[in-house]
């Protein structure tokens, strides 16, 4: 199937995921991801992107961002990508392209899934086993939203500084939601939803979605599907 053309629209938040070309490691050393974090909150104070949560993993990144503008995520990761790839070509010598093609990007409702999306993202290293606590890996905002770091870079969602009137009132809600494990039906509803540039939420959400773009915001049922207004139509006739 082809993949959707992205969705950006401002206030709405986005999540985003890039990867090394070929799924190869975009990440060498421990100043490489901190060349990458410095320059992603340079571009997103520049543009006026909020950064709610991240991970950078090995060979891929994942970001969930509110943009103030409708173009404001697309500049911030080809002003990021750009600096970075130019960055690992000079330091450690090499040419050609780092990225895997265009980064994905989902819109996101922030109301049924944006607390969903951020802990998906912070559990990325607990799931591939590089870590038996997300607190444990270095490279994520969990740091900063569940054990209240300071990190300069996130900005809380609305959605986030709800959960309670204090900080650490918050950030022990917010830990609370990792004690219960994501489905598998989520897992696969989050990264079919960026893989294939889909919206993450309620019918409602992605009507208004729909009205406001004039874009599809979910996949349609195959005409053969007998839930379908059209197979249904078509055997009323028979």
């Known amino acids: 199937m082809a993949r959707q053309p992205r969705l950006n629209l401002p206030d709405v938040p986005q999540h985003v995921i890039q990867r090394g070309n070929n ?5 060498f050393e421990e100043q490489d991801y901190k060349v990458y974090l410095s320059k992603l909150e340079e571009y997103s104070q520049k543009l006026k992107v909020s950064v709610h949560a991240y991970v950078l993993m090995t060979n891929h990144v994942h970001l969930l961002m509110t943009p103030k503008t409708s173009d404001g995520v697309s ?14 070509n000079h330091k450690y ?5 780092l990225w895997e093609g ?5 819109l996101i409702d922030s109301e049924q899934y944006l607390l969903t999306v951020s802990r998906y993202i912070e559990l990325n290293p607990v799931r591939a086993e590089m870590v038996a606590q997300p ?5 994520s905002s969990f740091r900063r939203n569940g054990l209240g770091v300071a990190i300069s870079l996130i900005t809380p969602h609305e959605v986030y500084e709800r959960l309670a009137k204090t900080d650490k009132t918050r950030q022990k809600r917010y830990l609370a939601l990792f004690e219960k494990t994501l489905s598998e039906y989520t897992l696969e ?14 019918s409602k ?18 005409g053969g599907d ?10 009323q006739m028979l």
Do not use: D, H
């Open 23 to 27: 799924r190869e490691v975009c990440f």
């Open 75 to 88: 500049r911030l990761m080809q002003s990021l990508g750009r600096y970075y790839v130019r960055y690992i």
């Open 93 to 97: 010598e090499r040419t050609g392209t």
């Open 102 to 106: 265009r980064y994905k990007s989902t």
């Open 135 to 139: 607190g444990e890996y270095p490279w």
């Open 189 to 202: 509803e989050i990264r079919q939803s960026v893989n294939r540039a889909w919206v993450l939420g309620s």
């Open 205 to 222: 959400f992605k009507q208004q979605i729909e009205k406001k773009t004039g874009r599809q915001a979910e996949p349609r049922q195959r």
């Open 226 to 235: 007998r839930k379908s207004e059209s197979f249904k139509r078509k055997n």
